[in-house]
């Protein structure tokens, strides 16, 4: 139990375009999904936290206006990377909370790599 | 500010060793701790999630200690394989924090046959 799934596992796109990345808790239902990026090397970090049905809360120095997320239902999260740049290339990686396995658990899905050209 | 430290950040063993590596945290007031293991170009497996109130959880060849009071957690490697070969991660709940998850640096663990 606990899976999360992510859509597309990778993609390619020109600069300019925008990308939306699909994050799915495919057994369970998660009131809060939390959004990362992951540059070569380097640790995860978090880029805002969604609750189903509200705003998202981003973290200081990440744009909401070019990262939008939406968590429509209990089961889905997306992140939109709007007017992408090459510098907006990355792996994206996203989590769901479970109250029902635990208070404080996160799974993790397996993350978008995407790269802008 | 709290922020997670993790030492060393690659360590290259021979198989069959024992090793230890560390994370310290910068304050104690924490839900939970948790080690994950990531490899290549892939996402986060889970591998312990130690609660406030516990001192270490165990799973096969894996163990993880939690000392709040000194800021550290510690995971320890039995019997080391050359499929352990990744990068592990540290990551902290902290008090207060909606849930939000602290990572570390990590260590990129090599072991060679």
């Known amino acids: 139990g606990a899976v999360v799934s992510q859509h597309p596992s990778w993609v390619i796109c020109k600069s300019g375009t925008s990308v939306k990345i699909e994050c799915r808790s495919l057994?369970?239902?998660?009131?809060?999904m939390f959004w990362y990026r992951q540059f070569p090397k380097q640790s995860l970090m978090l880029m805002a936290t969604s609750n189903e049905g509200s705003k998202a809360t981003y973290e200081q120095g990440v744009e909401k206006d070019k990262f939008l997320i939406n968590h429509a239902s209990l089961t889905l999260s997306t992140l939109t990377v709007t007017s992408a740049h090459p510098e907006d290339s990355s792996f994206y990686i996203c989590s769901a909370s479970n109250p029902a396995g635990g208070p404080d658990e996160q799974y993790f899905g397996p993350g978008t790599r995407l790269t802008v050209t | 500010k709290q922020e997670v430290t993790q030492i060393p950040a690659a360590l290259s063993v021979p198989e069959g060793e024992n090793l230890v590596l560390n994370c310290s945290f910068t304050d104690s007031a924490i839900y939970n701790l948790q080690w994950f293991r990531q490899d290549p170009g892939k996402g986060l497996t889970s591998l312990l999630l130690i609660q406030s109130s516990q001192r270490e959880q165990t799973s096969g060849r894996l163990n993880a200690s939690l000392d709040k009071s000194s800021g550290r957690s510690t995971l320890y490697i039995a019997a080391s394989q050359p499929g352990d070969s990744a990068t592990y991660l540290c990551?902290?709940?902290?008090?207060?924090?909606?849930?939000?998850?602290?990572f570390g640096s990590g260590t990129q663990l090599t072991v060679l046959p």
């Open positions: 990551a902290v709940m902290y008090s207060g924090s909606a849930r939000q998850l602290t």
């Open positions: 057994d369970f239902q998660a009131t809060t």
